[in-house]
């Protein structure tokens, strides 16, 4: 019998709280990681105000320096920690994937200079399109449809760009190249990117509407990932008949590996959360596992350097805890995490490596307090010891310690 009958994890995407011990190995626009600290600085700079998190333990988690305005709690209402990642990369698919059990010894292929002539011209062949080589190189995503994007409206040309991360993206107009026009494109993008010397975690489509000046990007997103190259816990669970939940990006990161409900995409933060309060609700979940993913902290905040909005965003998230808790059952576990850091205050515009935050609560606690601090995938191995499945690759249980 599991000792929680249903368990759900919320990942605050890049809500990393402080530089991992190997962070001076990563490099973000050639300044190390080391001295990233995405929550720290957040609360240092503009001031975090976040009760809710707080109350659960959050200013707890042991910390060189204590966060500036999120206090610590005398006697939490849960139990926290911080978790270290194993594997080498920090995306969120490296992330994810270790946190249900991998570990990832060869990261994903990378293309700092753009990706090569061969890969466009494929594109291009099967496309009947053009690719705008002035945009094949690491960009933000917003100021890339800002620069390119009236040079698309006018030839019909694809924007094709990258990040730091292993993810080679197609943004597109909705009025100038059709949303399922460039479903097609990126999934043909995708049958090539499978192998060395250009093994690619996502492709991304990132439709946009508006005018020159005034582009917005779209909820119509699709990412497209390749599948893990092992089973996960939710392959475990799914394995064993036990309901596993998506919110959000997750069936895209997993590629519905493991996922037998799939909640759809979120149009926000705050959808994100609605969806996930309709799956608890639900009269059909009556035993199982949820995984949720809160992308509005990284995708508009971490990414764009904006803290004021960054802050804004968990001031957000932390209003709506109370929702979720009150849609918890007695033998529920909630539990609130992170995939990586996104310190919106550092160089660049990509993720550090970072510590992430993790916070338990379930309405049948009797204690609280901290637990050990730990590794990403001991998240899986405690789900797989309560549901009395075999864990993943890598991850130890630490079930028994909250009661």
């Known amino acids: 019998m599991s000792k929680f009958n249903r368990m759900h994890l919320i990942v605050l995407d890049s809500v990393g709280i402080g530089a991992a011990p190997d962070a001076n ?9 080391g001295a990233s600290d ?16 707080a109350k659960l333990g959050l200013g707890n988690i042991p910390r060189e320096q204590p966060l500036k305005t999120v206090p610590a ?43 090569p002539e ?9 496309s009947g399109r053009k690719v705008i080589r002035e945009a094949n190189k690491p960009y933000s995503g917003t100021a890339v449809i800002d620069d390119f994007g009236p040079r698309q409206m006018e030839t019909g040309e694809l924007i094709i760009y990258t990040s730091a991360d292993p993810v080679l993206q197609i943004a597109a107009h909705e009025d100038i190249i059709p949303v399922e026009e460039l479903y097609r494109i990126c999934e043909f993008a995708r049958s090539i990117t499978l192998e060395r010397p250009a093994l690619l975690g996502r492709i991304i489509a990132r439709p ?45 990161i997993f590629n519905g590996e493991g996922i037998n409900h799939d909640m759809g995409h979120n149009k926000s933060n705050n959808h994100g959360v609605d969806n996930l309060i309709k799956a608890m609700t639900s009269e059909d979940f009556k035993h199982g596992f949820s995984f949720t993913n809160l992308v509005d902290f990284d995708a508009l905040y971490g990414h764009r350097r904006n803290p004021q909005g960054y802050r804004d965003c968990l001031h957000e ?17 909630l539990m609130i995490t992170a995939d990586h850091g996104n310190d919106p205050t550092y160089a660049g515009t990509d993720h550090t490596r970072e510590y992430i935050p993790f916070l338990a609560y379930s309405p049948s606690f009797k204690s609280s307090g901290l637990i050990p601090v730990g590794h990403f995938a001991d998240i899986s191995a405690t789900i797989a010891d309560n549901f009395g499945v075999e864990k993943a690759m890598i991850g130890e249980s630490f079930l028994d310690k909250l009661v």
């Open 317 to 333: 998230f932390d209003e709506r805890l109370p929702e979720i808790i009150a849609a918890m059952k007695e033998d529920d576990l």
């Open 38 to 53: 995405t929550l720290g600085h957040i609360s240092k700079t503009v001031g975090l105000n976040v009760p809710n998190m």
């Open 208 to 252: 946009y509407v508006g005018e020159p000046g005034n582009f917005t990007r779209t909820s119509n997103r699709r990412d497209l990932a390749v599948s893990p190259f092992a089973p996960t816990v939710l392959d475990k669970l799914n394995e064993a008949g036990i309901d596993t939940y998506s919110v959000g990006k997750i069936s895209d």
């Open 118 to 126: 061969e890969i466009l011209t494929q594109i291009e062949e099967f």
């Open 73 to 115: 709690e005398s006697n939490p209402t849960g139990y926290a920690t911080k978790l270290e990642e194993v594997s080498l990369g920090k995306d969120t698919m490296t992330g994810h994937w270790e946190i249900m059990g991998l570990n990832i010894t060869e990261p994903f292929d990378t293309f700092w200079n753009g990706f």
């Open 25 to 33: 190995n990563f490099v973000n626009a050639g300044v190390p990681d």
